[in-house]
């Protein structure tokens, strides 16, 4: 969607290996976001970002770190890839109080 | 977080209008009521929100109960590009310790038939 791209849109990837996705915005909002989403469960929120170098868990976090130097970008790394963590991966972001735009997704797949 | 409630899946006929229920009846009166959709292989999209008051945009309208236990998405003509999962999820105002994140259901599913 406008003001917001994730990268790599697909990826395969083995068993043990580190892994970071990137979420990248141009519209200057605050507040960042991961998801994951899997068939039978939805959407699930990794971990959230409320300003630069400021990050918390969400729902699912174990596995999973992020980091965001600056306002733009904000990483989501698997530090050692599992079979159940390949997903549908969604990155948001969102202004106070507006509405969230979501990317397009990155399909991660683990091998 | 507070929860919300939706139906599983609802059918429509093109053309027809759709009201998607919500129920939320722990919601805190400063939590925001907003509705996303996804089509399919796509990310989820915003459709419309509100706090009180009904809402209208080009995309839905919004209708909020009284005591704000419940809402109900409003699409006025349904197409055939309508069919989706549409959530209703609570969002906490900034600075209330939630940072505004968004906790996803399982929505509701929309079949609109030609």
Same mark, same amino acid.
């Given at each position: 969607?406008?003001?917001?791209?994730?990268?790599?849109?697909?990826?395969?990837?083995?068993?043990?290996?580190?892994?970071?996705?990137?979420?990248?915005?141009?519209?200057?909002?605050?507040?960042?976001?991961?998801?994951?989403?899997?068939?039978?469960?939805?959407?699930?929120?990794?971990?959230?970002?409320?300003?630069?170098?400021?990050?918390?868990?969400?729902?699912?976090?174990?596995?999973?770190?992020?980091?965001?130097?600056?306002?733009?970008?904000?990483?989501?790394?698997?530090?050692?890839?599992?079979?159940?963590?390949?997903?549908?991966?969604?990155?948001?972001?969102?202004?106070?109080?507006?509405?969230?735009?979501?990317?397009?997704?990155?399909?991660?797949?683990?091998? | 977080?507070?929860?919300?409630?939706?139906?599983?899946?609802?059918?429509?006929? @093109?053309?027809?209008?759709?009201? !998607?229920?919500? #129920?939320?009846?722990?919601?805190?009166?400063?939590?925001? =009521?907003?509705?996303? *959709?996804?089509?399919?292989?796509?990310?989820? @999209?915003?459709?419309?929100?509100? !706090?009180?008051? #009904?809402?209208?945009?080009?995309?839905?309208?919004?209708? =909020?109960?009284?005591? *704000?236990?419940?809402?109900?998405?409003?699409?006025?003509?349904?197409?055939?590009?309508?069919?989706?999962?549409?959530?209703?999820?609570?969002?906490?105002?900034?600075?209330?310790?939630?940072?505004?994140?968004?906790?996803?259901?399982?929505?509701?599913?929309?079949?609109?038939?030609?």
């Amino acid at each position: 969607d406008a003001g917001i791209t994730q990268s790599p849109r697909h990826k395969v990837t083995e068993t043990g290996t580190p892994v970071t996705l990137r979420c990248h915005q141009t519209e200057n909002h605050r507040y960042m976001y991961w998801y994951r989403q899997d068939p039978g469960h939805g959407l699930r929120l990794i971990h959230y970002s409320y300003g630069v170098k400021d990050t918390d868990k969400g729902e699912v976090s174990d596995g999973y770190s992020v980091s965001r130097s600056k306002t733009e970008d904000f990483l989501l790394t698997l530090e050692s890839a599992t079979s159940s963590q390949t997903s549908v991966y969604f990155c948001a972001i969102s202004g106070e109080r507006w509405g969230y735009t979501f990317g397009s997704g990155t399909r991660l797949t683990v091998v | 977080d507070a929860k919300t409630t939706q139906p599983n899946s609802m059918e429509s006929n @093109e053309e027809e209008p759709v009201h !998607l229920p919500c #129920n939320h009846s722990t919601i805190s009166g400063t939590d925001y =009521i907003h509705w996303y *959709r996804q089509l399919p292989s796509q990310g989820p @999209e915003y459709v419309i929100h509100g !706090l009180t008051s #009904n809402v209208n945009n080009r995309m839905a309208s919004l209708a =909020i109960a009284e005591d *704000r236990k419940s809402s109900t998405l409003i699409l006025h003509r349904a197409t055939l590009r309508d069919a989706a999962v549409y959530y209703c999820i609570l969002r906490a105002p900034d600075g209330s310790g939630n940072t505004g994140k968004l906790i996803f259901g399982q929505g509701t599913t929309l079949q609109v038939k030609p």
